[in-house]
């Protein structure tokens, strides 16, 4: 039997000390056998049961280094252990309101590749499957492996997740994208594990791992794109609620009289296009649809349009840039982030615009976080679907391996 330090049932031992075992070589490795003993602080004895289980699981391996050294002792070397990144790929999807990103990585989180296709938005919940799976297979079959090769595929959506269902409940920036199961659409298209998270959530495992939140405690994410949506990250966990719905940060209503307005609805993409409408028969927005040539004027168009001191676009940037930082400011006051990250495809238009963020929080909150737009690009929800799927991959191994329930 396993044992190590700490207390419990011999069962429990034994899963905690696979598990750090395990970890340990992912993190720190190539590693001898003396050195997991020296960094997990278990007996020779109890690494090298572990380290043999998870050999012939192909969980790790045992090989020798490559390089050598200038001065070599004589003798046998330790054998150095290595962990097994390549036995399954893992598949992270954002489904955003204009495209779809998919990434492929192994169980480092190294991305071997990647796809993005447009979302058929106007044509209802199955289109938008049938493109997730698209793509999920091209990747797969450009990269030659097959689908048991897959560990798992996490697709980040917007709207709110239902714990125990696993269902979209609400989702507004998507049509039909409400009422059902993700993971239970895609499986029967598929044939692969499929897990489902908000898109924010999914941002916040993105930011804290390979972005701008690296190493951070308490950290908020907004998204500014077709929607709005927030992440959080509180004491190194990623916050979700009760129920799923923390962050819905669009449901902020605006003002009291107008209880059909929010701060989606204004805030977003989408309201700054919107609140440009009513203006089209203004001088100021003809020479904006003009200087387009009768493009779709886009909220892109509209910062644009700004930089070029067109007063009608000037005066709708600066609403939406107070607007956005009221927002952030409400969310400062309750969970005090030490970083406010922005991100969506609004993100590099408001660029330029975050000192005045900056001054309309430090106006409302008592303390302002360092603002940043996203070092990801359009891929924090992918990149946090990876690692999301690298977890759920290990924890599925240690419980297969150990036959221990949930």
């Known amino acids: ?49 572990v380290v043999d289980l998870l050999v012939g699981k192909d969980l ?20 150095q252990i290595y962990y097994n990144q390549f036995r399954k790929m893992i598949v992270g999807v954002d489904v955003g309101g204009s495209t779809i990103r998919v ?46 090769q897959i560990g798992c595929v996490v697709v980040g959506t917007p709207g709110t997740i239902n ?16 009422n059902f199961s993700i993971p239970d659409e895609l499986n029967k298209m598929l044939g692969i594990s499929i897990f489902v998270e908000n898109e924010a959530h999914l941002a916040v495992y993105g930011e804290n791992w390979k972005g701008g939140a690296v190493e951070l405690s308490n950290v908020a994410i907004i998204s500014i ?7 959080l990250m509180i004491n190194k966990n990623v916050y979700r609620g009760a129920e799923g719905s923390a962050g819905e940060i669009g449901n902020l209503p605006i003002t009291i009289e107008d209880a059909s307005s929010n701060f989606e609805l204004e805030a977003s993409a989408t309201g700054i296009e919107r609140a440009f409408k009513k203006f089209s028969k203004d001088p100021l927005a003809k020479s904006i649809i ?30 939406q840039i107070d607007l956005i930082g009221r927002g952030m400011a409400a969310i400062c006051c309750i969970i005090n982030p030490e970083v406010f990250i922005i991100m969506g495809g609004l993100a590099p238009s408001i660029e330029k615009y975050l000192p005045e963020i900056q ?30 799927g690298i977890e759920e991959v290990e924890r599925s191994a240690i419980r297969k391996l150990l036959s221990i329930g949930t």
């Open 225 to 231: 794109g077709v929607g709005v949506g927030l992440g």
């Open 290 to 319: 003009n200087a387009n040539k009768g493009k779709n004027i886009t909220a892109k168009i509209i910062y644009e349009a700004a930089t070029i001191k067109n007063k009608l676009a000037v005066a709708l940037v600066r609403e």
């Open 1 to 49: 039997m396993l044992t190590g330090q700490g207390s419990g049932s011999p069962a429990a031992l034994r899963k905690m000390n696979v598990a750090r075992v395990l970890e340990t070589i992912r993190t720190h490795g190539p590693l001898t056998r003396q050195g997991i003993g020296v960094l997990t602080g278990l007996s020779k004895p109890t690494v090298n049961e």
């Open 163 to 178: 714990f125990t269902s696993r269902k979209v409940t609400i989702a507004p920036q998507l049509p039909d994208w409400e």
């Open 60 to 79: 790790i391996f045992l090989g020798s280094p490559t390089q050598k050294l200038d001065n070599p002792r004589p003798g046998p070397r330790a054998q």
């Open 103 to 148: 990434l492929l990585s192994d169980l480092d989180g190294k991305i071997i590749s990647s796809l993005r296709g447009a979302t058929p938005i106007d044509e209802g919940r199955q289109k938008i499957l049938e493109a997730i799976a698209g793509l999920v297979l091209q990747i797969i079959s450009e990269n030659s492996i097959t689908k048991k």
């Open 359 to 388: 001054r309309v929080i430090a106006k409302f909150a008592p303390s302002t976080p360092k603002l940043q737009i996203t070092q990801l690009e359009d891929l924090s929800t992918a990149i946090g679907a990876l690692r999301v």
